[in-house]
């Protein structure tokens, strides 16, 4: 389940297409517009984990992630990439 809302960088895209998810290229037969570094999406938990050990996670839009996660990723780590929204 794709449970961890982030903004997309251009590292993490980068990491990601290495690890054999290319997020970037269309995909028309899907609708699948391609992503770039701005966009909001939903990985999958272990997808995010794997970039945050590698040192390439994305930050995170806490309030649009999944409950669920804070049961696999400590919350003050969530916190810790949470998106810091301008008011």
Known sequence: MHTVCVVMTDEFLEFS?????DLSTP????QFPGLKAGDRWCLCMGRWIEAQKAD?????????CHI???EFIDLELLKQYAVKEST
Do not use: H, K, Q
């Open 17 to 21: 297409a290495e690890a054999g998810n």
């Open 27 to 30: 995909v028309p037969e899907y």
């Open 56 to 64: 390439m996670a994305p930050e995170i839009v806490l309030e649009s």
């Open 68 to 70: 669920s996660v804070t």
